[in-house]
């Protein structure tokens, strides 16, 4: 059974810092590129950043580039998310999702997902 657990969500304030973690069980590794979504009130969902299952290369949405990084540890099936100099825009819910093939094509649309988590609300305060 596929898993995606993301945690690591909360309350910051802005310019602050979060880390999220994407634990992934249920599938091979090495055949899904790993997406970053992230959900704001009343907005489409969005693609944030792709992770490569081959060669670990990382794509990010325009508003993501400086300030996010993307990052995975194959050994312990863990994809993370480190996000600095979060504003009001940002509070979003923030979503892991296995991507269909090993390769990012951009930085993620939703059209390419295979299988969602459940998210992790991130709510930047002003």
């Known amino acids: 059974e596929v898993q995606l657990v993301e945690s690591g969500g909360g309350l910051v304030q802005v310019w602050g810092s979060l880390r999220l973690s994407c634990a992934a069980s249920?599938?091979?590794?090495?055949?899904?590129?790993i997406g970053w979504f992230r959900q704001a009130p009343g907005k489409e969902r969005e693609g944030v950043s792709c992770?490569?299952?081959?060669?670990?290369?990382?794509y990010y949405a325009d508003f993501a580039k400086a300030r996010f990084t993307g990052s995975r540890d194959k050994a312990k099936n863990m994809v993370y998310l480190q996000m600095h100099s979060l504003k009001p825009e940002d509070t979003a819910v923030y979503y892991c999702?296995?991507?269909?093939?090993?390769?990012?094509?951009?930085?993620?649309?939703?059209?390419?997902?295979?299988?969602w988590g459940k998210g992790t609300l991130v709510t930047v305060s002003s």
């Open positions: 992770i490569g299952a081959r060669d670990g290369s990382t």
């Open positions: 249920g599938f091979t590794f090495e055949d899904h590129a």
């Open positions: 999702a296995i991507l269909s093939g090993p390769y990012c094509l951009t930085y993620g649309t939703p059209e390419e997902v295979e299988y």
